[in-house]
């Protein structure tokens, strides 16, 4: 570990544009990406819908598109990001990122195929998909380029009490992602989906201005946020990548951390002989956590609050599902031994049971 003076450096920026369908992502990405990579900048699309991005080949500057097919795990997600990132992209576009987390091959579908193998549902289903996840997550603040990630929504559905009586209400929509994913984000908004007009939910305030309310997002939006992240200390890029690749190779223990200096010239050890130390301790400390059982929820110590108990009562009763069955799946004795992460997990899990539900009566 070594004590620095904090100086703003140059960054790049991940923004999320979430939106029901016809909301206008797509375009609206490719704007805002426009600005974001400069007249003359290299714009990248991974479209995991079958190529509809091209819909939209001729706006200002054009791009290149990777066409990802299934399975949409977090690791080809990750080898299509660096593919551009290696070649010099200056703003890369993700659309859907839903599909990394709701499509074929991605989280939720990982987490019922091990249900299904193991014959035993229950958080333990969910560590290897979550792990993967959070892997993606990783690699995204790590990446030297714009990341702009388009993303599906569905009803985010409240249950509320109206006289006596409970009911499901309607309150916007929520993105298909995992519930942490929009705080991950540099500049996070929700699409209208009549006037395509952004309403923000996370963005700096000295950048706020640039998206102004009652008007779509634009070329100027992104160049707006350029100029912003640009404000400070140029970062080496040279740095930054042997960082990176370090950072790497920590997160996988000293073993792997060896092997990568070792692979390193002389010239190269001594210029960042100063990470060394902090790779070091890095890679020690996973070390250490890998002598851990692996289950993610171990480490967590805070028990469930008393709301999110009252929250999951209501919607096992909504459901129509007695809570000793969702003991048995939650493998607890009763819902005091949860703890407050494992009944995040459960709280999603139960609403997005909700929302099929009422989806599907919607149908019939």
């Known amino acids: ?32 990406a426009r600005g974001l990579a400069g007249p003359n900048g290299k714009i990248g699309l991974i479209d995991t819908e079958n190529k509809r991005s091209c819909f939209y080949a001729d706006v200002s500057g054009g791009f290149d ?7 949409f795990t977090a690791e080809r997600y990750i080898q299509a990001i660096k593919e551009f990132e290696e070649a010099g992209y200056k703003a890369i576009i993700i659309d859907s990122i839903s599909d990394e987390w709701e499509g074929p091959g991605g989280v939720l579908e990982q987490a019922k195929n091990a ?43 409240k249950q509320v009490t109206v006289e006596g009586r409970r009911e499901i209400v309607k309150e916007g929509y929520a993105p298909i992602q995992d519930k942490s994913f929009p705080y991950e984000m540099t500049i996070s908004m929700m699409l209208s989906e009549g006037t395509h007009f952004p309403e923000i939910k996370k963005c700096p305030g000295d950048i706020r ?11 100027s939006s992104g160049t707006a946020v350029l100029e912003w992240s640009n404000m400070g200390v140029a970062i080496d890029e040279e740095q930054e990548l042997l960082k990176r690749n370090g950072m790497i190779a920590a997160s996988n223990g000293t073993k792997a951390l060896l092997e990568w200096w070792n692979s390193l010239d002389k010239e190269t050890k001594h210029k960042f002989s ?20 692996d289950h993610e929820d171990l480490q967590d110590t805070t028990t469930i609050t008393d709301a999110q108990q009252t929250e999951i009562k209501n919607l096992l009763s909504a459901l129509g599902r007695d809570e ?15 703890t407050e992460t494992q009944a995040l997990e459960l709280l999603a899990h139960l609403k997005d049971m909700l929302h099929e539900q009422v989806s599907g009566s919607r149908e019939v």
Not at 209 to 219: L, R, T
Request: aromatic share 8%; proline share 7%; with cysteine.
């Open 1 to 32: 570990m070594n004590i620095q003076r904090a100086v703003r450096e140059r960054a790049h920026t991940l923004t999320l544009i979430a939106g029901p369908s016809g909301s206008g992502k797509t375009y609206s990405a490719l704007l805002y």
């Open 209 to 219: 201005h640039a998206f102004p309310d009652n008007k779509p997002i634009d070329i």
């Open 115 to 157: 249900e299904m193998k193991t014959k035993k549902p229950g958080l333990h289903c969910w560590i290897k998909p979550k792990e993967e996840h959070k892997k993606l997550i990783r690699e995204l603040v790590q990446t030297n380029a714009h990341l702009i990630f388009c993303c599906r929504v569905k009803d985010d559905l």
């Open 65 to 71: 598109v990777i066409d990802l097919d299934p399975p």
């Open 274 to 293: 100063h990470l060394k130390d902090t790779l070091k301790g890095i890679a020690e400390g996973y070390d250490q956590i890998g002598q851990i059982p």
């Open 324 to 338: 000793e069955s969702f003991l048995k799946y939650a493998r607890v004795p009763s819902l005091g031994f949860l």
